[in-house]
């Protein structure tokens, strides 16, 4: 039993490495981060969710081949300040009883040279999905992949402040999104 | 009796009665606004709020400079101890002219709200976001006011039985337009 075990790891071993490229599966959700930054009468607020999931498999020797998957629980939101944590969860904002989650589904991944890529997808947030077009960078770091990026979401598009809130006067219509990835391989994983 | 009536000078006048209306603007928003349920408008007055006092402590640096550099005209004659309660009552609205606006922009910092003066000119952060220390600056700065509020009343009763009942030049000499 015990050395089937072992056997059955090794050769797991040995397929990963006969693939010779790494790909990148396991995302450290502890070193991950979620973050984005609104503008409040030209402030600059920042904040993050502190609660997603997401699935990367991207190989560094393929990247368009990437795909990923990210799903954010929009209830863990740290929007600056206790105040607006309560109020964006309500109905005009995120409506979180309705709609818990957002979802961001990639359809592809273009490399733009260099350590430079491009994530191409469909976000949906509150039952309203649209096109998103997201620049990273991707680096390894020891043994993991280190992915960065960012993009400015339009939070009109997916009714995100409803009511007197559509007011983009007093919350600029563009909210800065930024993550950071960490994911480890995948052969790490069999362990 | 010819120096009893020289008036304060046109920018210490100008200086005096600006700050005077954006205290007299100030004031009463920072109160109505602190109570609102989170709103665009609560945003809004925040900001203009904010505006206000910055333009205060603007102001605030030449027109301290210009009194340090400046003799004000003679005080009229009053009691000594009038006269002292009149030079204590001016200074410590010149301290709390520009510790409120102070206190208001640290306490700014403090709650992760940077101030962008006039949206647009962002105001650097002297301390960094903390919750404890937002909640105690904001305490700090809503004593300030209510001792800012009692001076600015006793400089005004001040100001008013100089003209009512001593019927001297006190107040004449610091209005606009006057002769």
């Given at each position: 039993m015990k050395i089937r075990h072992i056997a059955l790891s090794a050769a797991a071993l040995l397929l990963a490495g006969a693939a010779q490229a790494v790909?990148?599966?396991q995302v450290d959700t502890t070193k991950s981060s979620l973050a984005f930054s609104s503008k409040?009468?030209?402030v600059p607020v920042p904040g993050s969710f502190k609660k997603f999931t997401t699935q990367i498999a991207f190989d560094p020797a393929k990247p368009t081949a990437a795909s990923t998957t990210l799903e954010i629980d929009l209830a863990s939101i740290d929007a600056g300040s206790k105040d607006a944590n309560d109020e964006?969860?309500?109905?005009?904002?995120?409506n979180v009883k309705a709609f818990p989650t957002a979802k961001f589904v990639s359809s592809g991944v273009k490399a733009l040279g260099g350590?430079?890529?491009?994530?191409?997808?469909?976000?949906t947030i509150k039952g309203q999905t649209r096109d998103i077009v997201a620049p990273f960078?991707?680096?390894?770091?020891?043994?993991n992949g280190v992915f960065d990026g960012g993009f400015v979401l339009k939070r009109m598009d997916f009714n995100i402040g409803e009511g007197p809130w559509a007011d983009v006067s007093a919350v600029a219509n563009e909210i800065e999104i930024k993550f950071h990835v960490v994911a480890a391989p995948a052969a790490a994983a069999k362990k | 009796m010819s120096s009893y009536t020289q008036r304060y000078s046109g920018p210490a006048?100008?200086?005096h009665w600006l700050i005077a209306l954006l205290i007299l603007a100030a004031f009463p928003l920072g109160l109505y606004m602190s109570d609102l349920p989170l709103s665009p408008n609560k945003l809004k007055l925040?900001?203009?709020?904010?505006?206000?006092?910055?333009?205060?402590?603007?102001?605030?640096?030449?027109r301290l400079l210009w009194r340090l550099t400046h003799t004000p005209p003679k005080a009229l004659p009053m009691?000594?101890?009038q006269h002292k309660i009149a030079e204590g009552t001016h200074h410590l609205l010149y301290l709390l002219m520009f510790l409120v606006p102070l206190s208001g922009w640290l306490m700014s910092s403090a709650k992760g709200f940077q101030v962008v003066y006039f949206g647009v000119l962002p105001i650097p952060d002297l301390i960094g976001k903390s919750e404890e220390l937002g909640e105690l600056l904001k305490e700090v700065h809503e004593a300030l006011n209510w001792g800012l509020f009692g001076l600015v009343g006793l400089h005004v009763a001040g100001a008013l039985k100089h003209h009512i009942i001593d019927r001297d030049s006190t107040l004449r000499r610091m209005l606009p337009f006057g002769k």
């Open positions: 790909e990148f599966k409040q009468m030209g964006v969860v309500g109905k005009q904002w995120f350590n430079r890529y491009e994530a191409l997808g469909k976000m960078t991707f680096k390894q770091d020891g043994a | 006048i100008a200086a925040y900001s203009y709020h904010k505006w206000i006092g910055m333009t205060v402590l603007l102001l605030f640096v030449p009691p000594a101890w």
